[in-house]
């Protein structure tokens, strides 16, 4: 915790581009991961798309910086006549952590759920992420739910 100033969480914006790049970079960093530059153009293209099976992004500014961004879509269930929303990338910069910003941002996907008729809204996270778990206990259930990917 470094500064205590207002945080502001807003959509993504064109001019956001080489800050949202910086924090998704991070984020795939801690994950260790990467990704080839046509999925990092695509990707911010669609997240400023307007259509409502479009990624969405929100992004949390501090001081003209952008210090976290949360990328999230909305899609059909089988068990539901209203959409459901998940939350698929959620980062705050390492030097704000502890400020809230993480439950801010989810909270901005809340709250857009709520506004699209999709009260629905899950997130995935590695088991050993004790940090965000800390967090996410306090602000959502935990499943019993297993992920399995195609081998």
């Excluded at 207002?6 to 910086?22: G, K, M, S």
């Excluded at 046509?38 to 929100?58: I, K, M, N, P, S």
């Excluded at 939350?87 to 952590?97: G, N, S, T, Y």
Aim: proline share 5%; hydrophobic share 40%; net charge negative.
């Amino acid at each position: 915790m470094t500064d205590t100033s207002e945080v502001t969480v807003r959509p993504l914006r064109p001019q956001d581009e080489a800050q949202w790049r910086a924090l998704w970079t991070a984020y795939l960093e801690f994950y260790h991961t990467s990704v080839p530059e046509e999925v990092y153009q695509t990707l911010f293209e669609r997240l400023l798309g307007d259509a409502q099976q479009d990624f969405h992004c929100f992004v949390a500014e501090q001081n003209g910086r952008l210090v976290g961004l949360t990328h999230y879509v909305f899609h059909p269930h089988a068990w539901k006549i209203e959409p459901v929303c998940y939350l698929q990338d959620l980062f705050a910069d390492p030097d704000v952590r502890g400020l809230g910003i993480g439950r801010k941002l989810i909270e901005a996907v809340y709250q857009a759920a709520d506004n699209a008729g999709a009260p629905s809204v899950y997130w995935l996270t590695q088991d050993n992420n004790t940090v965000a778990r800390q967090l996410y206990d306090r602000i959502g259930q935990l499943t019993p739910f297993l992920r399995y990917n195609r081998s």
